[in-house]
């Protein structure tokens, strides 16, 4: 099915949003790995593991759209020096993700397209569910302390 450009730009937009932030995840997971910090390594693992479905689903509808995938763009990759700043850098890459799928969404249903839409929105979900994840490590650190809260993810 032939898409509409806009909406193909769009999607490849998001792709390499999505193939940024896997990039940065997997560094920082194999830096927490390699600290010790085994529930923050496996933590955001597991995002960088969304991110990549998240990138699979984005390709095949690019594809369904006889778009073609770029995948061989990639923005600017922040990889933080200690916890606190790996985490602010891995929230700013969620507060983007959910502006521009928040934008995707709306540029989807004023074209027309509720497919797009529909996997728009459930991509948003996961992203929102990030950012809040990240959020919460956050606010433990603030309550409890860097040193005590790195005690609690060995």
Same mark, same amino acid.
Do not use: C
């Given at each position: 099915? $032939?898409?509409?450009?806009?909406?193909?730009?769009?999607?490849?937009?998001?792709? /390499?949003?999505?193939?940024?932030?896997?990039?940065?995840?997997?560094?920082?997971?194999?830096?927490?790995?390699?600290?010790?910090?085994?529930?923050?390594?496996?933590?955001?693992?597991?995002?960088?593991?969304?991110?990549?479905?998240?990138?699979?689903?984005?390709?095949?509808?690019?594809?369904?759209?006889?778009? $073609?995938?770029?995948?061989? $763009?990639?923005?600017?990759?922040?990889?933080?020096?200690?916890?606190?700043?790996?985490?602010?850098?891995?929230? @700013?890459?969620?507060?983007?993700?959910?502006?521009?799928?928040?934008?995707?969404?709306?540029? @989807?249903?004023?074209?027309?397209?509720?497919?797009?839409?529909?996997?728009?929105?459930?991509?948003?979900?996961?992203?929102? @569910?990030? /950012?809040?994840?990240?959020?919460?490590?956050?606010?433990?650190?603030?309550?409890?302390?860097?040193?005590?809260?790195?005690?609690?993810?060995?």
């Amino acid at each position: 099915m $032939k898409g509409n450009e806009k909406i193909i730009e769009l999607l490849n937009h998001l792709l /390499a949003e999505e193939l940024t932030a896997i990039s940065q995840y997997m560094v920082h997971s194999e830096m927490f790995a390699d600290w010790g910090l085994d529930r923050l390594h496996e933590m955001v693992e597991k995002r960088a593991i969304t991110e990549m479905k998240h990138a699979e689903a984005l390709i095949g509808r690019i594809l369904f759209l006889e778009g $073609k995938p770029i995948v061989s $763009k990639l923005n600017a990759i922040h990889v933080g020096a200690d916890t606190e700043k790996m985490m602010a850098f891995d929230l @700013a890459a969620e507060y983007d993700a959910v502006k521009s799928y928040n934008a995707g969404v709306k540029t @989807a249903m004023e074209l027309g397209d509720q497919g797009t839409r529909s996997l728009l929105s459930s991509i948003l979900k996961d992203e929102e @569910a990030h /950012a809040d994840e990240i959020e919460s490590q956050r606010e433990q650190i603030s309550l409890m302390g860097i040193q005590t809260y790195l005690g609690k993810q060995i």
